[in-house]
């Protein structure tokens, strides 16, 4: 699907953010002409999640869509995506859900500003979710891979099987209905990650205000010994549970991503800072643009490991009136 040899600005979670996403284009060097934003020579990667939170989803969704029609970028599916099929799509008969995602209040509030700014463009948000077909849950460009949350080896070999270019259909979709199913772990690992029941039945009440039993967790440590260690995401763990020992099962649950496998880009983990590399081969792109934190790319050549100067962003304002 890409062309090793050309050069891409791999681009995280937009998340409705359309001005930022055309200031990131222009200082990449991309100019809109007939309408869609080009490069004489380069190609976008969005890494997922250009829907929900944001001011402008609809705007982005426009022009991520425009691009990827007239060859100018590729986009990978985000759990945002697949939440929004899910929500709209009946469930399997025998599965007990009335839909693939439950109409939850909580899955409501998630996708809430989506279906808001939708709200007087009904044919266009049914074009919209009939094009997150389109979006493949991962790529391969063979010295580079892009995928949402976690690149898993031992689900997109049998993924790959039943679909080479990545890109799922309905039927898919509506077995991920059934927990424990294999299209369900397939979009819960490669959209969201990996992860791990907080000890002792305690939850944690992120910053986003939802509670959860479990944290997010690095997969690619080489020898963690504690809590603490592979914990990955914004919200720090209490610390009697970061310094909590892992136990030997624990441990051998874990996924690694190896320091001798492709250069791999995932958006979705609301990173905080200066963009740079986690690994010589794995960066993570999303810094929180909805947040007021950044919108960032990499703009990749023909190098083989990651180059911390090659990262470029846009810091995203906070508007005068929410100051």
């Given at each position: 699907?890409?062309?090793?040899?050309?050069?891409?600005?791999?681009?995280?979670?937009?998340?409705?953010?359309?001005?930022?996403?055309?200031?990131?284009?222009?200082?990449?060097?991309?100019?809109?002409?007939?309408?869609?934003?080009?490069?004489?020579?380069?190609?976008?990667?969005?890494?997922?999640?250009?829907?929900?939170?944001?001011?402008?989803?609809?705007?982005?969704?426009?022009?991520?869509?425009?691009?990827?029609?007239?060859?100018?970028?590729?986009?990978?599916?985000?759990?945002?995506?697949?939440?929004?099929?899910?929500?709209?799509?009946?469930?399997?008969?025998?599965?007990?859900?009335?839909?693939?995602?439950?109409?939850?209040?909580?899955?409501?509030?998630?996708?809430?500003?989506?279906?808001?700014?939708?709200?007087?463009?009904?044919?266009?948000?049914?074009?919209?979710?009939?094009?997150?077909?389109?979006?493949?849950?991962?790529?391969?460009?063979?010295?580079?891979?892009?995928?949402?949350?976690?690149?898993?080896?031992?689900?997109?070999?049998?993924?790959?099987?039943?679909?080479?270019?990545?890109?799922?259909?309905?039927?898919?979709?509506?077995?991920?209905?059934?927990?424990?199913?294999?299209?369900?772990?397939?979009?819960?690992?490669?959209?969201?990650?990996?992860?791990?029941?907080?000890?002792?039945?305690?939850?944690?009440?992120?910053?986003?205000?939802?509670?959860?039993?479990?944290?997010?967790?690095?997969?690619?440590?080489?020898?963690?010994?504690?809590?603490?260690?592979?914990?990955?995401?914004?919200?720090?763990?209490?610390?009697?549970?970061?310094?909590?020992?892992?136990?030997?099962?624990?441990?051998?649950?874990?996924?690694?991503?190896?320091?001798?496998?492709?250069?791999?880009?995932?958006?979705?983990?609301?990173?905080?800072?200066?963009?740079?590399?986690?690994?010589?081969?794995?960066?993570?792109?999303?810094?929180?643009?909805?947040?007021?934190?950044?919108?960032?790319?990499?703009?990749?050549d023909q190098e083989t490991t990651l180059d911390p100067q090659k990262f470029v962003w846009v810091d995203v304002e906070r508007p005068e009136a929410l100051r």
């Amino acid at each position: 699907m890409l062309d090793p040899a050309r050069g891409y600005d791999l681009i995280g979670d937009v998340h409705g953010c359309a001005q930022t996403l055309e200031h990131l284009l222009d200082m990449l060097g991309y100019q809109k002409l007939a309408g869609v934003w080009r490069h004489p020579s380069r190609m976008a990667v969005f890494l997922g999640d250009i829907i929900d939170r944001g001011p402008r989803i609809r705007e982005a969704l426009h022009i991520v869509h425009d691009m990827v029609e007239a060859g100018q970028a590729l986009c990978i599916m985000g759990n945002h995506e697949f939440n929004a099929l899910g929500w709209s799509t009946p469930a399997a008969a025998g599965s007990g859900k009335q839909f693939v995602r439950e109409h939850t209040p909580r899955h409501a509030r998630l996708l809430q500003e989506t279906l808001s700014q939708f709200e007087q463009h009904p044919a266009d948000w049914h074009d919209f979710l009939a094009w997150f077909y389109e979006l493949p849950l991962f790529v391969d460009a063979g010295r580079f891979r892009v995928v949402h949350a976690c690149w898993d080896g031992g689900l997109i070999a049998p993924l790959r099987a039943q679909y080479p270019d990545g890109r799922i259909d309905e039927a898919f979709l509506k077995a991920s209905a059934l927990s424990g199913s294999f299209a369900a772990t397939v979009f819960d690992r490669l959209l969201r990650g990996t992860d791990m029941r907080l000890p002792d039945g305690l939850t944690l009440t992120g910053g986003d205000g939802l509670t959860r039993a479990f944290f997010r967790t690095k997969f690619w440590e080489d020898d963690p010994q504690t809590y603490g260690d592979i914990v990955f995401q914004p919200d720090a763990l209490p610390e009697q549970v970061a310094t909590k020992p892992l136990s030997p099962i624990e441990k051998n649950a874990l996924l690694r991503y190896g320091l001798e496998e492709p250069m791999l880009f995932v958006g979705h983990y609301w990173r905080s800072g200066k963009p740079a590399p986690i690994r010589p081969n794995l960066a993570c792109l999303d810094y929180s643009a909805v947040l007021y934190g950044k919108l960032a790319a990499y703009r990749l050549d023909q190098e083989t490991t990651l180059d911390p100067q090659k990262f470029v962003w846009v810091d995203v304002e906070r508007p005068e009136a929410l100051r």
